[in-house]
């Protein structure tokens, strides 16, 4: 079957030959084919080719997302990277979420791990709205606090033991930030699309650049191709510890 399966919505590229077979099967209700995404939100070109509406709640991981995919962006190839933060974070830890969507990271965190506080922080309005749905439907609204707004910009004075950096693209320039709002000794996964050549250095130059102005120094914990990204490009991921 191509395409992805996102709750019981298939998002296809382009129109399957086989529909006729494929709108048969139990767990198919919609078809739709996604084109260009657009803008630092994420947001994709639709068009509806089976069935009506474009909400659905998909299960992963014993989570449940609930998710419009002509609104907000679900990434099937970063399901790995899912599961394992999921069992990362400590007993009693503060998380920041810099970039949380609709919960990717923050919802299997909250509920697979024991963290004291997930701070979520997303600008998107329309994604923030499906994170505050998610934490209600994962009952997690004890340990989960959303924030929309510039992650950039929020009062967070080195109280986090952990920080998600899990946007590509600009993810860079907010290094700084991260690094006033982190502990000592604490811990960023930091995700940058990163050309072949510099697939791990380019990411650990940057975060270590990040720590330096502030005199601090970096410990590499992990690092990690979550996905070929475009030709030549990756996904990766480094884990680093900042003294």
Same mark, same amino acid.
């Given at each position: 079957?191509?395409?992805?399966?996102?709750?019981?919505?298939?998002?296809?590229?382009?129109?399957?030959?086989?529909?006729?077979?494929?709108?048969?099967?139990?767990?198919?209700?919609?078809?739709?084919?996604?084109?260009?995404?657009?803008?630092?939100?994420?947001?994709?070109? =639709?068009?509806?080719?089976?069935?009506?509406?474009?909400?659905? =709640?998909?299960?992963?991981?014993?989570?449940?997302?609930?998710?419009?995919?002509?609104?907000?962006?679900?990434?099937?190839?970063?399901?790995?990277?899912?599961?394992?933060?999921?069992?990362?974070?400590?007993?009693?830890?503060?998380?920041?979420?810099?970039?949380?969507?609709?919960?990717?990271?923050?919802?299997?965190?909250?509920?697979?791990?024991?963290?004291?506080?997930?701070?979520?922080?997303?600008?998107?309005?329309?994604?923030?709205?499906?994170?505050?749905?998610?934490?209600?439907?994962?009952?997690?609204?004890?340990?989960?606090?959303?924030?929309?707004?510039?992650?950039?910009?929020?009062?967070?004075?080195?109280?986090?033991?952990?920080?998600?950096?899990?946007?590509?693209?600009?993810?860079?320039?907010?290094?700084?930030?991260?690094?006033?709002?982190?502990?000592?000794?604490? =811990?960023?996964?930091?995700?940058?699309?990163?050309?072949?050549?510099?697939?791990?250095?380019?990411?650990?130059?940057?975060?270590?650049?990040?720590?330096?102005?502030?005199?601090?120094?970096?410990? =590499?914990?992990?690092?990690?191709?979550?996905?070929?990204?475009?030709?030549?490009?990756?996904?990766?991921?480094?884990?680093?510890?900042?003294?």
């Amino acid at each position: 079957m191509k395409g992805k399966l996102i709750g019981d919505i298939l998002v296809v590229k382009k129109e399957p030959e086989d529909l006729e077979e494929l709108i048969k099967l139990p767990y198919i209700n919609r078809v739709v084919k996604i084109g260009h995404i657009h803008g630092q939100k994420r947001q994709p070109e =639709i068009e509806m080719i089976y069935g009506e509406g474009t909400e659905t =709640i998909h299960k992963e991981n014993y989570c449940k997302f609930k998710i419009d995919v002509a609104k907000v962006m679900w990434s099937k190839g970063n399901t790995g990277e899912r599961l394992r933060m999921s069992k990362l974070p400590g007993d009693g830890e503060t998380i920041i979420d810099m970039f949380a969507g609709i919960g990717y990271f923050t919802i299997p965190m909250a509920v697979h791990s024991n963290p004291e506080v997930i701070h979520a922080v997303e600008i998107n309005p329309e994604s923030y709205h499906f994170l505050c749905e998610n934490i209600k439907l994962n009952k997690v609204e004890d340990t989960v606090r959303p924030i929309l707004g510039d992650c950039g910009k929020q009062d967070f004075d080195h109280v986090a033991d952990r920080i998600m950096m899990g946007y590509i693209g600009t993810t860079h320039h907010y290094l700084d930030s991260a690094m006033d709002y982190l502990k000592e000794d604490g =811990i960023i996964h930091y995700h940058e699309s990163t050309p072949e050549p510099l697939i791990y250095t380019r990411p650990i130059e940057r975060v270590k650049a990040a720590a330096k102005k502030q005199g601090r120094s970096i410990e =590499i914990l992990n690092k990690r191709c979550i996905k070929k990204y475009s030709p030549g490009v990756h996904h990766t991921v480094v884990d680093i510890q900042v003294h």
